[in-house]
Every structure is written in C-alpha cells, then in structure tokens.
C-alpha cells in the first residue's frame, strides 16, 4: 500500500491555506476539514486527532477569528486575522499573534 506523505505545513499554515483559498476568504469547520482531506490525502486514513488539532489551532491562535455565524446557523465561519492576512497570502505561517493596533 502507498503511504501518502505527511504534509509539510504547520495546522496553522494548513488553515490558513483553506481560508484562503476560499471565494470569501471565511471557511466553517466542516469546510476547512474538507479542503484539507481534499489537498492532502495523508489526512484521509488517520483517525480523528487531526480535526481536534484542527479545532485546537483555530481557537487557540489569535491570527484566526470568527467572522460571523454561518448562512445555515450550524457554526461559526473562520477568517485570518486582517494582521496575518498579507503575511499568509505570502506563504509565511510561522506562529505569531496577530499584531494589535496601538491607538495613541
């Protein structure tokens, strides 16, 4: 059996690639687990500690926000942080916290 290879980005850089590659630049979770199994199959045949991983990362890192409840009611959508947004779109997902806008 060919074993499919380990993605080389980070959940966070995983994520953020999801969100996007989305039209709206927001995904919900469940989107965000779809893409990920869409793009890397290596996903496909473990067993549930990624999509905790997953969950584990959107809440716990302040470059991702909730952007609103979804059209259906079932969840929140998930964007980048607009602070992480240019450095994300360049390919850069090193953990960081989003920069805070400081008001003089």
């Known amino acids: 059996m060919h074993e499919e290879p380990k993605p080389s980005h980070s959940y966070i850089g995983l994520i953020a690639m999801a969100i996007l590659s989305s039209k709206d630049k927001k995904l919900v979770l469940s989107d965000i687990y779809q893409?990920?199994?869409d793009h890397y199959p290596y996903f496909r045949t473990r067993g549930p500690g990624w999509r905790n991983s997953i969950r584990h990362n959107l809440s716990l890192n302040d470059c991702f926000v909730k952007s609103g409840r979804s059209a259906n009611g079932?969840?929140?959508?998930?964007a980048i942080h607009p602070a992480n947004e240019e450095d994300?779109?360049?390919?850069?997902?090193?953990?960081r916290r989003a920069q805070r806008k400081v008001r003089k």
Not at 88 to 95: A, E, I, P, S
């Open 88 to 95: 994300f779109m360049k390919g850069d997902f090193r953990r």
């Open 74 to 78: 079932k969840g929140h959508y998930w």
């Open 35 to 37: 893409w990920i199994l």
